[in-house]
């Protein structure tokens, strides 16, 4: 059942939780083994998703927290594994302070993002995205003729207003969007008894807003352009009709035309997204106006592995434990 994939990805997020836990039983001893910059990041970043992230919860919201490590690399951009682990088990402390500051009342911490930045004075920058999820009890695989939005919904396109009557501040039309798109995730099936899936991040794809249409030549996204910027009231105000129209449009983007453009595996999924309300320049008519929902996707590679050799998830400890 395992592809030579599947194997492979399991050793080596083994191979970096043997030298872990090595290092946690005698800490002052330095082997002085190598990896590039690149490595020590996929192993620090993946072995922390499978350890402590819960990706297939069902979230009706997602806050992501941003911070900056440095870890120290030779004059070859190389990292000592001793000095990956001492920065790894910095990062659990530092995510866990994000994780539990989190407002949420029913929380899962979905991932973490770590990209390197350049190297300065020795020392490499990690970006970390920290991304915690709020529990939904809403159904990821809804029935058929199942609409997110009731007659009755309208919102503000983005700025935070609201409904369009500019009450429920805070959010708009593309975090909606986002949290039902996030909440009616697509769950993937069962594996067999005795194995487990994990998630190893791949790349954030960012779109614009105009880059989708159907067959009416309606863009999937949301997207309106004016040569002269004159938005109505019913531009910026998305009913129940528009609304409902932009989430199947998202779903379309992300599962289907975004999938085949990049010419992806089936084990190639969402992880999660981001959708931001921005006005502005038009990018395909640069002197026009326009209104968009800006998309931040992320995806990722699952695979399958055995759960007696790699454990399941656990819950992220408050930092004073």
């Known amino acids: 059942m395992m592809t030579a994939e599947d194997i492979n990805v399991m050793n080596k997020i083994i191979a970096f939780r043997e030298k872990l836990a090595y290092h946690l039983d005698y800490p002052y001893f330095k082997s002085g083994e190598v990896m590039n910059a690149e490595e020590a990041r996929w192993n620090i970043e993946t072995l922390f998703n499978v350890t402590y992230g819960f990706p297939y919860e069902k979230y009706e919201m997602v806050i992501a927290d941003s911070a900056r490590i440095y870890l120290p690399v030779n004059s070859y951009g190389e990292v000592l594994i001793d000095g990956a682990i001492s920065i790894y088990e ?21 991932l973490l993002t770590i990209k390197t930045g350049e190297i300065v004075n020795g020392q490499i920058e990690l970006v970390l995205l920290a991304v915690t999820g709020e529990k939904s009890a809403h159904d990821p695989n809804p ?58 991040t791949d790349t954030i794809i960012e779109k614009f807003g105009h880059e989708y249409e159907d067959e009416n030549g309606n863009h999937l996204i949301f997207y309106i352009e004016d040569e002269n910027g004159n938005f109505s009231y019913d531009d910026y105000c998305l009913d129940s009709e528009e609304l409902n129209f932009h989430y199947f449009g998202q779903r379309e983007v992300i599962y289907t035309r975004i999938p085949q453009e990049e010419n992806k595996p089936d084990n190639w999924v969402l992880f999660y997204c981001k959708l931001t309300g921005k006005s502005g320049t038009s990018v395909p008519n640069p002197d026009y106006k326009c209104l968009r929902h800006f998309n931040k996707l992320e995806y990722a590679y699952r695979y399958i592995v055995p759960i007696v050799d790699i454990g399941e998830p656990v819950e992220l400890e408050p930092p004073n434990n």
């Open 143 to 200: 029935p058929a003729q199942w609409e997110p939005f009731e007659d009755s919904a309208n919102w503000w396109y983005g700025q935070n207003k609201g409904k369009c009557n500019w009450s429920n501040p805070g959010t708009d039309a593309a975090k909606e969007i986002q949290n039902f798109l996030n909440t009616t995730k697509p769950i993937p099936p069962p594996p067999p008894t005795g194995y487990r899936y994990v998630y190893v």
């Open 90 to 110: 910095d990062i659990i402390i530092l995510v866990s302070q994000c994780y539990h500051s989190s407002a949420f009342e029913d929380k899962g911490f979905l």
